[in-house]
């Protein structure tokens, strides 16, 4: 029994034993900076931190919300988060819980016996501990270790798609905006034109054909006016969700007029293939997931047949003063199972996990590809609707207007012609939105699983022709 107190002493210390997931939180956070530079992730656990979240999200809301303040907000505002950063302090506190030994058993035991000698009262301690607990703890820690690692990489893989998602949001937002703006002008116009062949008409110097072409584009531009506000409301709550307000916060809700200028060149990436699987957090978890597997097909290979494994000690004492010192050693008999089906299955568990590692990398080379080719794409469509084919609108409007001056055409050539310009700045925002979203997708592409379906759809789709005649 000598060496009991240094054992109950070291099972002291592991029990107390505990792990904060602050210092976890912190590598998140420097980890998301790297692909998020100066993105600041806040987990609110206290009204302090609470309070601190709100005060950060009312100044950024204070002002015209830009593309980067917008994914600042989504990362303070978005309870999605808050819910991954908890699930991370749930995989830290099971760090915790399999980083304490097992608890030792104590049984206390007194007998009476009666005989020719008189009465004998015996009394019965004894401590045991579970041995094949003890032996595999440092591999369930470990284990244990492992899915704290998965939690971070699905913390932050949480954080980039939220940021990616506000990013794809406040495009669409601002883009459908500015369409919608330019909608309004092209009515305007439509109304004008209207308005002025049903004067004309009235004194016989339009015919009836020529009025009806004019009212018809009025339609047509109003239906185009009503389509924009709807697109433009629908937009604009998908960026509400994506950053995560409600209440009075959508009140200060503001965005600029317009998209951001087109970058003077495209991005290189001659080497996105491998550049991108260094960094792809999907593939990171799928290969710390087979690690983790594989650590627990150890353990299970281990403990296939000795399962439960436990030493004890033990001291008897009676009224007359005897004392009996002993040990014991109890092991579980594999008779009837004898813990094939477990190593089995964790065997398909570690093949599964291969296969998935294999899946996500083949995935994310493909993924890489499409991403770079829609985002090169898109910058030479944006680029050739904003420098080549709006100068040509822009010079023909000019002429037009020339030969209006001249009494060479009438009014309503040069209003056809205005709205054939507004048209075609329509079609430059489709290709400056359809940039801005590609480019969104290929940064998300280098970190993370992106949406590639929406981008590549707009890309194909013909820019929607305007009501000219």
């Known amino acids: 029994m000598k060496c009991l107190p240094p054992l109950l002493a070291a099972l002291a210390l592991a029990g107390c034993a505990s792990l ?18 100066g993105a600041q992730l806040l987990w609110a656990q206290t009204p302090e931190q609470e309070a601190e979240r709100e005060r950060r999200v009312a100044a950024l809301l204070a002002q015209p919300l830009s593309q980067d303040a917008a994914v600042q907000l989504a990362l303070l505002n978005h309870r999605g988060l808050q819910a991954a950063y908890a699930q991370l302090g749930i995989a830290v506190a099971d760090l915790d819980q ?9 049984s206390f035991g007194r007998s009476r ?5 008189g009465v004998e009262r015996e009394i019965e301690r004894s401590l045991h501990l579970n041995l094949s607990s003890l032996l595999s703890w440092p591999m369930r820690r470990a284990i244990e270790a492992r899915r704290v690692e998965q939690a971070q990489g699905a913390a932050l893989l949480a954080v980039i798609e939220r940021a990616g998602e506000a990013r794809k949001a406040w495009v669409q ?16 116009a439509a109304e004008a034109s209207a308005e002025l062949a049903a004067r004309l008409r009235s004194v016989g110097n339009f015919n009836k054909l020529q009025q009806l072409r004019e009212q018809g584009f009025q339609a047509e531009a109003a239906l185009g006016h009503a389509r924009a506000t709807a697109a433009a409301q629908a937009a604009r709550e998908r960026l509400v969700r994506a950053l995560g307000l409600w209440g009075d916060q959508l009140q200060h809700l503001r965005l600029p007029e317009r998209l951001p ?14 550049e991108g699987l260094a960094q792809r957090l999907d593939v990171q978890g799928a290969k710390l997931n087979a690690e983790a597997t594989a650590r ?8 296939r047949f000795v399962n439960v494994l436990e030493l004890g000690g033990h001291l008897n004492t009676n009224n007359e003063g005897a004392r009996e010192r002993g040990w014991e050693l109890s092991i579980e008999l594999p008779l009837f199972d004898w813990g094939g089906a477990r190593v089995a299955r964790a065997e398909q568990q570690y093949r599964q996990a291969l296969a998935q590692v294999a899946d996500s990398a083949i995935s994310a080379r493909s993924e890489l590809r499409e991403a770079y080719g829609t985002y090169r794409h898109a910058w030479d469509i944006a680029r050739h609707q904003r420098q080549v084919l709006l100068p040509l609108k822009n010079q023909v409007s000019e002429e037009n207007l020339l030969r209006y001056n001249g009494m060479f055409i009438g ?4 209003l056809a012609d205005a709205r054939a310009q507004i048209t075609a700045v329509n079609a430059a925002i489709e290709a400056e939105r359809d940039f801005w979203l590609a480019q969104a997708d290929l940064e998300q592409a280098l970190i993370g ?6 981008a590549t759809a707009s890309l194909s789709a013909p820019a929607e022709a305007g009501g000219g005649h």
């Open 20 to 37: 904060d997931p602050q210092p976890r939180f912190a590598e998140l956070q420097q980890a998301a900076a790297k692909p998020l530079p």
């Open 98 to 106: 399999a980083s304490r030994l097992p608890n030792p058993g104590f």
């Open 113 to 117: 016996a009666s005989g020719d000698h």
């Open 173 to 188: 937002a601002v883009a459908a905006q500015q369409t919608l703006a330019y909608s309004a002008q092209v009515l305007e």
């Open 261 to 274: 200028d087109l970058p003077t060149a495209p991005a290189e990436h001659p080497e996105i293939e491998r």
């Open 296 to 303: 627990q097909l150890g353990l299970s290979r281990i403990t």
């Open 411 to 414: 009014v309503f050539e040069l």
């Open 449 to 454: 699983k992106p949406n590639l379906a929406a």
